[in-house]
């Protein structure tokens, strides 16, 4: 068969037309043009009230948390955030010129919060939880960049991300974005209260709370259908906030309130893993924003209204509990009674009974393991305490404390694979 040249060479031709023009496009998705460095702004030209609303916001934002390294300075990065896909470690925003934000003009701060571009063009992880910063107001970010640009300028650059391979390739962040960066902004619900609507906006932006309490798919992106359903965070599960909740008793505006502001609250215990930090950050927020994000968050819980009153604390059976499961009654005598036995001294301690604690009635054992294996702090610095016993404990130990606390203060049924899920857990933290 003859082939006809002419008609070869248009084909081809065409094709590479289309070649380039899909790698102009793509390129075009990918391309950020880089924002001109600016002199490190002088703290005095930021106004002090400013200056106050910002550190407010960012104690909102949790930022402290996530961009200090545990021995490290306030907000100078080098923070370890594990990941499914890696290791990502958070970037110095305090405003040294060469490793942080110093030279970083407005602008160039507002592109990186709402778009997740940095400075010089960059595309950034969603570590930084920029789908849910587009909702915050040009206003709040600027009081923003005041206070971060006033803290200690600190002089210290991140280790290199440490994700799996091919994933260190920054452009992929463009077609990330496209898939799962709804930029919008902020619409108040007119038939709300000004209470509920704050909440919202704080929830929905600055706190990103979803970040953590709405699922993920397999690439990352959180699941904007299941918003609030439970999700994921550095080993521990965040509990749904929405009104598949499985706490033991009812959470209310006031019992919500509590918890968010000093870490503890009588009817559900203390915050532990991840939320032990967040606690502690919002003791230092004003009352009005606590209570407004217990409102929205509330509201998520019970949509229909109310939300009732605590319920009564199931009664515990430790005597049966202690015949079916004899090692784990020993091992709680010996650990745990002095503080959560019926009775103990040290259980008058603002402690919650374990009968309304959510974790040992969760079908899934991972955060009872967990604050057994880490312990809890009092996020405040004060409050009740419980010390790690991860060094103290076998695996085999924990599995037999659990299933004794779980048979005796709950009327939940046995979890299966506990041995196997101890097990597994702690070598989950071990590696972190």
Known sequence: MKVNK?????????VSALAVIGIGLAAWCVYEPEIPKIPRPAKSSFDLATVARGEQLATVGDCIVCHTAPVGMPFAGAHALPTPFGTLYSSNITPDEATGIGNWSEKAFSRAMKRGVARDGAHLYPALPYEHFTLVSE????????????RQAVSQKAPENDLLPGLGFRPLLAGWKMLFLHEGRFEADESRSKEWNRGKYLVDGLAHCGGCHTPRNLAGGEERARAFAGGVAEGWNATPLDASNPAASTWTETSLFNYLKTGTDAHHGAAAGPMGPVSEGLSRLNDADVWAISVYIASRMHPAGGGGQPVAAISDDAEQ?????????????????????????M?????????????????????AVQALMQGI??????????????????????????????ARFTDAPAWKGLDAAVAAIRKENAKQ
């Open 6 to 14: 002419r008609i070869l060479a248009k084909a081809v031709g065409g």
């Open 139 to 150: 206003g709040d970010l600027s009081a923003l960049y005041a206070f971060l640009m006033t």
């Open 321 to 345: 509990a202690a015949k079916n499961h004899v090692i784990g009654a020993q091992l709680f005598q010996g650990a745990c009674s002095g503080c959560h036995g019926s009775g103990a001294p």
């Open 347 to 367: 259980s008058r301690q603002a402690r919650a009974s374990l009968s309304t604690v959510s974790s040992l009635k969760s079908d899934d054992p991972r955060n």
């Open 377 to 406: 702090a009092p996020p405040s610095g004060e409050g009740p305490y419980m010390p790690p016993f991860s060094d103290n404990l076998t695996d085999n130990d924990l599995a037999e404390v659990l299933a004794y606390a779980r």
